[in-house]
């Protein structure tokens, strides 16, 4: 059995969750690969409904292992308080484990990362303010504390008593605020290391026996391509890699063992916080399209910009991270419109231009180009076969496919497992 790495192709918020638990049915292994708690992952099935931050969204089925990744920064008390509502309402985390080389994050890494976002006043990044952005820049300057050091108590005071003479001359002298107590961090992390001891270990073996057995690994991404800090929207964008290509560094695997790579997509475009958006709709379409699917952040609860699907941008993604299959989720919300519009292009200046421009300025300047398509006005929620869609339902779905350069594989017709409509095999 193959790996296939669950993919945003957009800005996040695509429904990686919902492809993920349907996926993990046949799975031996889902490893989540990226991001921290500032990612959330809103899931429905038999048990209920569940807004994952950290466990990976194949935890629901008993026989399949969840591996938080070394590509992940884990904020210790926010993943104890998941594990337990998860086993209050019935959920099984005994096959849940965390990366050994997984980083923490501390309580300096919130505090900075709220600090920082103010003292860019209107020019803040719109971070979730978890302190996700700062873990990934201490391990980047290696001066992180990953989860493998709650192992060593004694190794992990002289660590962190290095860490934090630093960060509290940062926090008193910069920006003039108290410092932290040494003792009560420590003591607070070892209470978590008693807590998360029996998850940690060295789990690229664990995904590494599963391959060499021939079982199905699930790569489950977090954010969207185009938040990655390389390709993204650069500022604003997230802090660890959410291409396929991250999936394979973030899991601990070879990328030769990647065989399918599953772009997820809305069948419009959504995206929380700051950044340029050349589809935006700042109208009533916008707050129907925003109303209708409930669009408000799960981490945050902020309210999601939301606007047409961009082909631009959803060529680019594809092509950075080399889909071999696409899943188009929340085509009902588009139920209801009588025309529907596909940027095709980007008007920038004077020019027309038919890809996604890495200068954020440029970005911020282009106008979509779109192309006008008719609407189905007809309910799809309950449509579970490909051939009982709307004949303009399926002439949208074609031109997805025909502007992405990828085949549709799954359409979500609503939050359920079974409001899915398998339209080819992914594997």
């Known amino acids: 059995m193959p790996v296939i790495a669950v993919i945003g192709g957009q800005w996040g918020d695509e429904g990686k969750g919902k492809v993920v638990d349907l996926l993990a049915e046949k799975a031996s292994i889902v490893v989540r690969f990226s991001g921290g708690d500032n990612a959330g992952h809103t899931v429905v099935n038999p048990y209920g409904e569940f ?135 420590y003591n607070d992390y070892c209470q978590y290391a008693e807590r998360l001891a029996p998850y940690i270990r060295e789990t690229s073996i664990m995904v590494e026996e599963a391959l060499n057995k021939g079982e199905l690994v ?90 047409w699907f961009d082909a631009v941008a959803a060529r680019f993604t594809s092509r950075i991270n080399g889909f071999t299959g696409v899943a188009i989720t929340r085509l009902d919300i588009l139920d209801v419109f009588p025309r529907l519009k596909i940027c095709v292009g980007y008007k920038l200046d004077k020019q027309t231009i038919n890809y996604f421009p890495a200068s954020i300025t440029a970005l911020e300047r282009c106008q979509p180009i779109y192309e006008e398509l008719p609407g189905w006005q007809a309910p799809t929620s309950h449509i579970n076969e490909y051939d009982k869609l709307p004949p303009e339902a399926k002439k949208y779905l074609a031109r997805l496919e025909e502007l992405i350069g990828c085949p549709v594989k799954l359409i979500c017709v609503g939050p359920r497992r079974e409001q899915t409509i398998h339209k080819t095999p992914i594997l």
């Open 218 to 307: 699930l790569l489950e991404g977090a954010q969207g391509s185009l938040l990655d800090p390389d390709f993204g929207t650069y500022p604003y964008t997230t802090s660890s890699s959410p291409l396929a290509s991250g999936g394979c560094l973030g899991a601990g695997i070879s990328p030769n063992r990647l065989n399918h790579i599953l772009g997820v997509f809305k069948a419009y475009c959504t995206r929380v916080g700051s950044g340029p958006m050349p589809t935006e709709l700042k109208d009533e379409v916008g707050n129907l399209i925003r109303e209708r699917a409930h669009e408000y952040g799960t981490t945050t609860g902020r309210p999601r910009r939301c606007g």
């Open 51 to 185: 807004k994952l931050h950290l466990v990976p969204s194949g935890i629901f089925y008993r026989h399949t292992v969840c591996i938080i990744g070394n590509g992940v920064v884990i904020n210790p008390a926010v993943l104890i308080s998941e594990i337990g509502q998860l086993n209050e309402r019935g959920v099984d985390t005994a096959k849940l484990f965390i990366s050994d080389r997984a980083h923490l994050i501390m309580p300096y890494h919130i505090l900075l990362d709220g600090l920082e976002e103010e003292s860019r006043a209107g020019k803040a990044l719109g971070t979730t303010r978890k302190g996700v952005g700062p873990a990934f820049t201490d391990k980047a300057a290696r001066l992180g504390i990953r989860a493998g050091d709650l192992l060593d108590k004694k190794a992990l005071l002289e660590r962190l008593r290095f860490i934090l003479e630093y960060k509290n001359i940062i926090l008193t002298k910069v920006y003039e605020v108290n410092p932290l107590s040494l003792d009560e961090v």
